[in-house]
């Protein structure tokens, strides 16, 4: 591994997004970069530190508005990545309102002093969770609210150590990095924290329990199995869905790594930052699957595209902390963050967009899978609400990464922007509020650019 290539950079910088060195990026530049856009990147380039996966940067944005995001060259590109905040939309008018209303009355609430958004909005995600979840954290990203998780975890169980999964990722901070499993994030930064076990995810393309494509579930009981050798864990702690490259556990998966955890005494610890809050269409990930964790820890879109949010919610029983500090964040309690809190759940409930969560996705789902059948790049297609990933894949079966990037600039060309994860998966993440037309206009977009990088293009 490592080393430059065509796809560009260190090989593995591709698991959580598109790598930012490539050939391809430096040809999609010289074909669609103006001289101000340069200069702006020039300037990023010099007063940023330079980092994997963004700076330097590939383009630079004047706007953000509804499902687009607008370039310095005038350049409009639907926007299916987001980073995964943006189910409401960008300036989502509902939002902008209730941001400038808290703007203008209480901008800021010190740590000490409560306010009434925040009350409202721990009051409101409690009553969209099922029982037992019913207590809230609030923090000002989604890393900090993993890190209170952890936490919370070990002080509830006198234990330290915890179980989460290799390709995973919950944040970059030390500690999110810890149970996190993607090596671009890990390596050469340690020591990390101690008793981070790791063990395989649920991924049925390259499990390592023989599951043949049909998930067994015997992964999960390989998390029982260090559970019972450890005895000591604190937590488990997992993505409900790996965004990166859509991958869906079956409710069986979940059944098990519930039921193991209660034997062993670990709590379960789901992270849905990216994909909880309407994106799978439903309001947690985890209620596709009939189970409860001991806690969910949500982010990104809660902030409705505009506010950077996250909360920790959890078993009211959990409630064993009153004499430590768990989070105590500056903007903890943001009472402008958490009037956009609100302002998004409403647009979550009363427009329906779980539900249009769902048909996004049933549209994606079949225009791809017809292309699959139409087009032998295209491997697997895996969907879960609005949430997409499109495996690329060579005719040995080798993931085609080159091939994937390629088809990531041509959308970008023709105007629709997404991440591409894992190398190889283009995760397709729409705003909710895309409508029947725009959606058309973008699947038109990514079927042209993945028949003509098929065809050699
Ligand atoms: C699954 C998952 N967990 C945690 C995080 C970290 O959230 P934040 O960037 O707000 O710290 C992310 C961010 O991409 C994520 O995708």
């Not at 260190?10 to 050939?23: F, Q, R, Y």
């Not at 925040?118 to 207590?135: E, H, V, Y």
């Not at 069986?252 to 034997?263: N, T």
């Not at 990464?401 to 600039?409: L, N, Q, S, T």
């Amino acid at each position: 591994m490592g080393g430059e290539d065509r796809h560009g950079g260190i090989a593995d910088a591709s698991a959580e997004g598109d790598v930012n060195l490539s050939a391809n990026r430096r040809d999609w530049q010289d074909a669609n970069i103006g001289p101000e856009t340069r200069a702006l990147l020039e300037a990023d380039s010099r007063h940023f530190l330079h980092q994997s996966l963004s700076t330097p940067c590939m383009d630079a944005l004047v706007e953000a508005d509804g499902i687009y995001l607008v370039d310095v060259e005038g350049r409009r590109f639907i926007d299916f990545h987001g980073n995964n905040v943006h189910q409401v939309g960008y300036r989502n008018p509902r939002v902008l309102a209730a941001v400038r209303a808290a703007l203008e009355t209480l901008p800021f609430s010190p740590r000490r002093f409560t306010n009434r958004y925040a009350i409202d909005l721990a009051a409101r995600l409690a009553s969209l969770a099922p029982a037992p979840l019913g207590k809230v954290l609030l923090a000002p990203g989604g890393a900090e609210a993993i890190g209170m998780a952890l936490k919370l975890a070990r002080l509830a169980t006198g234990r330290h150590k915890t179980v989460s999964m290799w390709d995973s990722f919950h944040g970059a901070s030390l500690d999110a990095i810890s149970i996190g499993g993607e090596a671009v994030f890990r390596r050469g930064i340690g020591p990390l924290l101690p008793g981070t076990e790791h063990v395989p995810p649920c991924d049925p393309r390259a499990c390592l329990y023989g599951c043949g494509g049909t998930c067994s579930a015997r992964c999960a009981d390989a998390v029982e199995y260090v559970l019972s050798k450890e005895e000591d864990v604190a937590a488990v702690v997992v993505e409900t869905v790996r965004c990166t490259d859509v991958q869906v556990p079956p409710p069986e998966y979940y059944r098990r790594l519930r039921a193991a955890c209660d034997r062993h005494g670990a709590l379960l610890i789901l992270d849905e930052i990216p994909i909880g809050l309407g994106r799978t269409g439903r309001m947690f990930a985890f209620e596709h699957y009939g189970i409860v964790p001991d806690m969910v820890v949500l982010g990104k879109g809660l902030g409705g595209a505009v506010w950077p949010m996250a909360a920790l919610l959890v078993d009211a029983k959990l409630d064993v902390a009153g004499d430590r500090a768990l989070g105590h964040y500056t903007h903890e309690k943001s009472s402008v963050g958490c009037a956009a809190a609100l302002a998004t759940l409403d647009c979550l409930v009363e427009d329906g967009l779980l539900a249009r969560a769902g048909a996004i996705g049933r549209v994606m789902d079949g225009r791809l899978r017809a292309l699959a059948a139409r087009s032998s790049l295209v491997g697997e297609v895996r969907t879960i609400g609005a949430l997409c990933g499109v495996e690329l894949v060579r005719a040995d079966g080798s993931p085609a990464r080159d091939e994937a990037e390629r088809v990531m600039y041509a959308c970008l060309t023709a105007g629709l922007s997404f991440k591409v994860g894992q190398g190889n998966v283009l995760n397709l993440s729409p705003p909710l509020v895309i409508d029947d037309a725009e959606l058309d206009r973008a699947l038109g977009i990514l079927e042209q650019a993945i028949l003509a990088v098929a065809a050699g293009g």
